[in-house]
């Protein structure tokens, strides 16, 4: 008998990528780039949705993908309100949330991608699992200077949960018996400090806290960014734009593709191998806040996403951190596997997902 299809969707800043299972098995990925020109056009990030729609179905249709044979598509979940961990059905409520949510992030597009292709074929269910909003802070993590503004748990929870289960099971030891520190480095940079199986505290990766990234600012000086917003130099749209989408390597070096700048460092770009350097410097100054976190007791520290496959970098990395914890590295992203492992345990019936209200 035939395993019935999964279709996992992931719309990260600078790419889409998919990937379709027939149960465990893997029959097809892609990793599909955006440019800053393929993106510039769309004022907002909703306004991106039928442009990736239709890259991902013409993907599928070039791979020779039999659409009606898919009986779950599941979508790397949005900003959504905070959330348990777990898969969640996509509703009404659900894609109103995300077609509205404060804060815009092309995971946003997951769950509304998923439910229109799982609409268009004969027998499939859409859902989204470990959205970035998955929350398990501690009391203390939630507390900001300022009574007005909240700490708040948004990150690349499917990711940073799949790597730090997949190390788990690589020692052979529970995931909530370790203390971990996960660095996912992509388009957006998160690290988190995992105490046995909970993410209790992790920067807020999409606008404004934690290192720069290929496209975010992080952290900046409030004070600068106050008088600069009340300039009447810049619009609301403009100033968001330099925190998300045009900040980091993109504002820095005029590219938001790491490869790139991996490659200007080694043909000698002095200005490339400062900003490099710095952003591996901010990376490892949030390890150490996340060790802190952790009071010490650090079992490891994993480096995932992307640029984790710059092995100068790496290099490094391992200079600033590991007299805090070894370091273990997986390039790339575990999301694909762990967005359709998500979706057969439902097909499955081994568990049940969540209704979201």
Request: glycine letters at 8%; one cysteine or more; aromatic letters at 6%.
């Amino acid at each position: 008998m035939e395993e019935k299809r999964i279709l996992a969707i992931n719309p990260g800043s600078t790419s889409t990528k998919i990937a379709v299972y027939a149960g465990t098995k893997l029959l097809f990925l892609k990793n599909i780039k955006h440019s800053v020109e393929d993106l510039a056009n769309f004022k907002e990030i909703t306004d991106q949705f039928d442009f990736r729609k239709e890259v991902i179905l013409r993907e599928l249709k070039e791979a020779e993908i039999d659409l009606d044979k898919i009986k779950i598509v599941v979508g790397r979940g949005g900003i959504l309100k905070p959330v348990p961990s777990g898969v969640f059905k996509i509703n009404e409520k659900m894609k109103h949330d995300l077609i509205h949510a404060e804060k815009k992030h092309a995971s946003n597009l997951g769950g509304l991608i998923a439910d229109d292709i799982a609409k268009s074929l004969p027998d499939a269910q859409a859902y989204i699992a470990d959205p970035v909003v998955v929350d398990e802070f501690h009391d203390l993590a939630r507390i900001s200077g300022h009574p007005l503004f909240q700490r708040v748990s948004i990150f690349h929870a499917l990711n940073q949960k799949a790597v730090a289960r997949k190390y788990a099971k690589s020692i052979d030891k529970p995931y909530e018996k370790l203390n971990l520190i996960v660095a996912h480095l992509g388009g957006g940079i998160s690290i988190g400090a995992h105490r046995e199986g909970k993410v209790i505290d992790v920067n807020q990766a999409i606008d404004g806290e934690g290192p720069f990234s290929p496209e975010r600012s992080g952290t900046l000086p409030v004070g600068d960014v106050i008088t600069m917003a009340f300039s009447g130099k810049y619009t609301i749209e403009e100033m968001r734009k330099m925190v998300t989408g045009k900040g980091g390597f993109a504002a820095h070096l005029g590219t938001n593709d790491a490869y790139e700048v991996e490659k200007r460092v080694e043909a000698g770009d002095k200005h490339a191998e400062l900003i490099h350097c710095a952003m591996a410097y901010q990376i490892g100054k949030f390890i150490g806040a996340m060790a802190t976190v952790l009071k010490g007791k650090v079992d490891a520290i994993i480096i995932t996403g992307g640029i984790a496959y710059n092995k100068p970098f790496i290099v490094i990395m391992r200079e600033i951190c590991e007299w805090i914890a070894p370091i273990i590295v997986y390039p790339g992203e575990d999301e694909m596997e762990a967005l359709s492992m998500n979706g057969l345990m439902v097909l499955n019936k081994e568990i049940e997902p969540i209704e979201y209200v």
